[in-house]
Nanobody, 120 residues
Framework: QVKLVESGGGLVQPGGSLRLSCAAS????????IAWYRQAPGRQRELVAT???????EYADSVKDRFTISRDNTVHTGYLQMNNLKPDDTAIYYC??????????????WGQGTQVTVSS
């Protein structure tokens, strides 16, 4: 059994910062690509950032130069540092990862999501 759990969301004023975490636990052998998505009310889920096993990152144009994705392979955790937040960043943020279990099964997992609200 594998679980992917996000944390770190909350309410922040415009221009503020938040750091989201995405921790994989359970029968985890290796975490491959990690991605962060977000979904605002009435809008489709969109890809925010990805990071591969070599820590090469890619970003959506809307968050480039403001968000930084990173990972710590020793604790099977991914992070999303969000700076200079704007009201348009308000959404539920979801973590997604390809995980190899100790029984050598590779599966794609989603976390439950964490709410980020940017408002004065």
């Amino acid at each position: 059994q594998v679980k992917l759990v996000e944390s770190g969301g909350g309410l922040v004023q415009p221009g503020g910062s938040l750091r989201l975490s995405c921790a994989a636990s359970g029968n985890v052998f290796t975490v491959y690509n990690i991605a962060w998505y977000r979904q605002a009310p009435g809008r489709q889920r969109e890809l925010v950032a990805t990071i591969n096993t070599k820590s090469i990152a890619e970003y959506a144009d809307s968050v480039k130069d403001r968000f930084t994705i990173s990972r710590d392979n020793t604790v099977h955790t991914g992070y999303l540092q969000m700076n200079n937040l704007k009201p348009d960043d308000t959404a539920i943020y979801y973590c997604n990862a390809n995980i190899m279990t100790r029984t050598l099964e590779e599966t794609n997992y989603w976390g439950q999501g964490t709410q980020v609200t940017v408002s004065s």
